[in-house]
């Protein structure tokens, strides 16, 4: 047995993106262009309605997959293969761009807490061109588990302590969990021992994470081992903390915003499908 431990921190930094949503990107950005395979994590977070009501509009994405996870308030989704869905609050929708969609992601609510993350995930080269595919998953059907008095983990992706999470055939093997601790309580997290991993702590002060600490909107990346050892002070706040693994892909990324490929003549390929309205 090998505890994970800290060997980069990263803090998000604030951007917009879409027609003006406020948001903190926290890996995509130059102290941490990626975490192969995860090439972006988005937070966004505001009883604003300024700083998300302009939403999504039409944009493309090829070669990778997106994944959302609400936390608070409602974003309706639509592509233009005819598909369309309603993430609410505690659902995920784990989107496999594959060789091409254009779609538009809007906030369904004019007031109100909108809140939550979206991760990019790479596609090994022989996937990239795969068809678009949805796993738009409802808040019921992502599963709880206690594993420790204080602690409450929903398993998104992956299986621990005996449940398995509602996401099903992604290639990279995804870990992706939303840990809940009450003060005093500690757990042991397995994760597969290869993977790339990261914890995000967003809800609470800070997060002890082996012998370290982890503060608040602080990403820890993770080096190998087959668990992590998170545990919350008797005296802090409660908190929460995103922890996520997947296989690394180990092969070459060109990356031009919406399009992320292997060489820069599949971005030029990729571009011109778009513009001449192949995807
Ligand atoms: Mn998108």
Redesign the pocket.
């Known amino acids: 047995m090998s505890s994970r431990t800290i060997t980069r921190r990263v803090r998000g930094i604030p951007t917009s993106d879409g027609a003006g949503v406020k948001l903190t990107r926290v890996i995509g950005q130059p102290k941490l262009d990626a975490l192969d395979p995860f090439l972006l994590l988005d937070e966004f977070g505001s009883d604003a309605a300024t700083d998300y009501i302009a939403g ?1 509009p039409d ?1 493309p ?1 090829r070669g990778f997959e ?1 994944v959302t996870y609400m936390l608070d308030g409602r974003m309706r989704h639509r592509d233009n293969h005819g598909n369309s869905g309603l993430l609410e609050s505690g659902s995920v929708q784990w989107m496999t761009a594959g060789r091409g969609i254009v ?1 538009s ?1 809007m906030p369904e609510q004019e007031h109100g807490l909108m809140r939550g993350f979206q991760l990019w995930v790479n596609l090994a080269a022989k996937d990239k061109m795969t068809q678009p595919r949805y796993q738009d998953i409802a808040p019921e059907k992502i599963p709880t588990v206690e594993p420790a008095p204080g602690v409450k983990v929903r398993v998104v992706a992956g299986e621990v302590f005996g449940v398995r999470g509602p996401v099903d055939g992604i290639a990279i093997a995804p870990v992706y969990l939303d840990i809940a601790l009450e003060p005093g309580a500690k757990l042991s997290v397995p994760l597969p021992e290869n993977h790339s991993a990261f914890a995000y702590v967003f809800e609470g002060d800070a997060v002890q994470l082996g012998s370290e600490t982890l503060g608040l909107r602080e990403l820890a990346v993770l080096g190998k081992g087959d668990s992590v050892e998170l545990a919350l002070a008797s005296d802090a706040k409660a908190a929460r903390v995103l922890l996520v693994a997947g296989r690394p892909l180990n092969e070459s990324v060109a990356r031009y915003g919406p399009f992320v490929m292997n060489t820069p003549e599949q971005i030029v390929q990729a571009m011109q499908d778009y513009q001449a309205g192949r995807f």
């Open positions: 999504f944009h994405h997106t779609h992601e």
